[in-house]
């Protein structure tokens, strides 16, 4: 069945799609989409819940949301579990904490779409923002990594197979 990535001209939230594809062995069609390209596919109600990336299966389906996207990909490529519920599980734990951390980066980015308005306008509130995220939130969320399928262990420990 014909895979086909659509998504911006820029790695963002596609690479991990797209690398999974190169190292699954899937071949894919990989289409950038100019700015005026999206609105235009938002308009015409081709893209559900109106983003990007986005995966069409042949030529009427069309999945969205990078993580689902992913775990269908991963499936395809024998790169995701599928006799395994804890090892997926733990899999699935990871790409949701990448979710946790990014919904952070981009409300502080991207503060009207998320109804923050004018409120990250202000220079000094985008400084305190910007400052807590980058020392404490990055820092929380990036202390742990998969280490082994029996759990997770601090980064400063190193990991033991």
Same mark, same amino acid.
Request: with cysteine; aromatic share 8%.
């Given at each position: ?15 991990p ?5 190169a ?10 989409? @100019?700015k005026? $390209? ?10 559900? *819940? ?14 969205v $949301?990078s993580?689902? =996207? ?6 395809k490529?024998?790169l *995701?579990?599928t ?5 997926a599980?733990?899999i699935?734990?990871?790409?949701? $904490?990448?979710?946790d951390?990014?919904?952070? *980066?981009?409300?502080?980015? *991207?503060p009207?779409?998320y109804?923050?308005?004018g409120?990250?306008?202000? @220079?000094e509130?985008?400084? =305190?923002v910007?400052?807590v995220?980058? =020392? @404490?939130?990055l ?16 980064? $400063? ?5």
């Amino acid at each position: 069945m014909a895979l086909e990535i659509i998504y911006f001209d820029i790695r963002g939230k596609a690479e991990p799609l797209r690398l999974i594809c190169a190292q699954g062995g899937l071949e894919f069609k990989d289409t950038r989409l @100019t700015k005026d $390209q999206f609105v235009e596919m938002k308009s015409n109600g081709e893209l559900p *819940y109106k983003q990007l990336p986005a995966l069409k299966v042949g030529s009427e389906t069309m999945l969205v $949301q990078s993580a689902a =996207i992913a775990r269908y990909l991963g499936k395809k490529a024998g790169l *995701y579990p599928t006799d395994d519920d804890i090892l997926a599980a733990k899999i699935d734990a990871i790409v949701d $904490q990448e979710n946790d951390l990014f919904c952070g *980066y981009v409300c502080m980015n *991207y503060p009207e779409r998320y109804g923050f308005g004018g409120l990250l306008k202000d @220079t000094e509130n985008s400084s =305190i923002v910007l400052s807590v995220f980058a =020392i @404490t939130i990055l820092q929380q969320n990036i202390a742990f990594k998969p280490c082994n399928r029996n759990g997770l262990e601090r980064v $400063q420990h190193g990991c033991h197979s």
